[in-house]
């Protein structure tokens, strides 16, 4: 599996040797992330050339008044990196109860990333604020 078209030419300008780019495993997984972030974080209708491109605005649930839809979440979390990031294979997003960030909501997400013969497992957490921002961490 490749990197980014843009992350893959900046990489070749700066080597002197095309042939010689192998694939940096962690540079791999940490383009994935902030790709998901910003996935995460930009709201559904806002980009000019893909309207479906985002998530929907969650803040609205998040706000106290009523239980989110911790269901509708989920599949709009998966729906959206399935569609968006398609270095990711046999992704899973789960929801994770926890009180270590309250008023949050955390959700897991595993998947596999195939790089040539190799497959390397990828994790990572997604907290979504009551503001409707999403922060990773591994």
């Known amino acids: 599996m490749k990197e980014r078209l843009l992350k893959r030419i900046s990489a070749w300008e700066e080597s002197t040797d095309v042939n010689s780019y192998e694939v940096d495993i ?3 997984v940490e383009s994935i992330k902030d790709d998901l972030e910003k996935l995460y974080n930009t709201k559904r209708g ?3 050339i893909d309207d479906n491109f985002g998530i929907p605005d969650f803040s609205y649930m998040l706000n106290g008044y009523s239980a ?3 269901g509708s979440i989920l599949k709009q979390l998966h729906l959206q990196t399935k569609k968006y990031e398609p270095r990711l ?3 899973h997003v789960t929801f994770v ?3 270590k960030f309250p008023g949050k909501l955390q959700f897991q997400i595993n998947a596999e990333i ?3 013969e ?3 497992a990828f994790s990572v957490n997604a907290l979504l604020s009551d503001d409707g921002s999403v922060n ?3």
Request: without cysteine; proline residues 4%; hydrophobic residues 50%.
């Open 97 to 99: 109860e926890q009180n």
């Open 118 to 120: 190799q497959v390397v």
């Open 89 to 91: 294979q046999a992704m």
């Open 136 to 138: 990773l961490n591994a």
């Open 46 to 48: 806002t980009v000019l």
């Open 26 to 28: 962690n540079a791999l």
């Open 68 to 70: 989110p839809d911790v």
């Open 114 to 116: 195939k790089i040539k």
